[in-house]
């Protein structure tokens, strides 16, 4: 834990089993770059749930202090939306825009669904057609490709339809200043790479990006971490090879695995009693 924890500039991978002080290690990590004299609001910390952004804040805070509070913390989608409502209207959104939730989406689907199929009672029900909409996203393919591969699964799925489906769903959340949660990783991903002053300032900004469980990272999320990391260099992935989560959200066990590949990372293996570190 220590060698990754008090490791120099640079990217790192670290790799380790359930159990063995991952969590204690990036509390650690913060802590030790706060002691460092890195400002706690230049610290990037991207986690799974919001619960365990919140725990790593809060040990980091009884090592150090209340600097703690000021560090930019929370899920994928948690600060992307913050970047969102501050940003968003280089992309056509408002500061205001709504986020919608899993019922709000579904809804929303089956009113279009009534507009668009020919037989909106033989047409895939609009859970089926958010979760085709939702795997398009994630897996950033083209929604015919994912309706194809539904057609195993669903009888009637008609490619055609649903990308119609899915374009007017994709209009109509603009109209309404709305957002899924898909698309908070679609647009925070959309803001870094179409927008060169934000992107360039936000680079600057991060000195430290520190990402937590990464074997569980999607494309959007690999990608998202990589540009705001190409200034400084300075991104942390801790996760476990052997272990893939969220493998219904598009999850890519290729990205830890090519991590080092991508960014010609420093590998830090555990168990912390046999730390090494090879560029």
Excluded at 1 to 9: D, F, K, N, R
Excluded at 224 to 234: G, K, Q, S, V
Aim: hydrophobic fraction near 40%; glycine fraction near 6%; charged fraction near 25%.
């Amino acid at each position: 834990m220590c060698a990754a924890a008090t490791a120099g500039e640079g990217p790192l991978l670290v790799l380790a089993a359930a159990g063995t002080g991952k969590t204690r290690t990036l509390v650690h990590r913060v802590a030790f770059l706060i002691e460092q004299g890195v400002p706690a609001d230049r610290i990037l910390l991207l986690t799974f749930t919001n619960r365990a952004a919140r725990e790593m804040r809060e040990r980091a805070e009884k090592l150090v202090g209340d600097e703690v509070a000021s560090i930019w913390s929370g899920t994928f989608h948690s600060i992307c939306a913050r970047l969102l409502r501050r940003y968003g209207s280089s992309i056509g959104y408002s500061s205001g825009f709504q986020i919608l939730d899993e019922d709000d989406q579904k809804k929303l689907v089956g009113e279009i669904i009534k507009t668009v199929a020919k037989n909106p009672k033989d047409f895939p029900k609009k859970e089926v057609v958010a979760k085709m909409i939702s795997e398009a996203a994630n897996e950033s393919k083209p929604i015919e490709m994912i309706a194809a591969r539904w057609q195993t699964k669903t009888a009637g799925v008609d490619p055609e339809e649903i990308a119609k489906v899915a374009e007017k769903y994709a209009a109509r959340k603009l109209e309404l200043n709305s957002m899924d949660f898909d698309d908070l990783l679609v647009n925070g991903l959309k803001l870094l790479k179409t927008q060169d002053r934000i992107r360039e300032m936000l680079q600057e900004h991060f000195l430290h990006i520190l990402v937590d469980e990464y074997q569980d990272t999607n494309g959007l999320q690999a990608e998202f971490t990589d540009i705001l990391a190409e200034r400084h260099r300075n991104i942390m992935a801790v996760g476990d090879d052997f272990q893939c989560i969220y493998t219904w959200r598009g999850a890519q066990i290729e990205n830890i695995m090519e991590f080092p590949k991508r960014s010609s990372a420093t590998t830090v293996p555990f168990p912390a009693s046999s730390m090494s570190q090879t560029s």
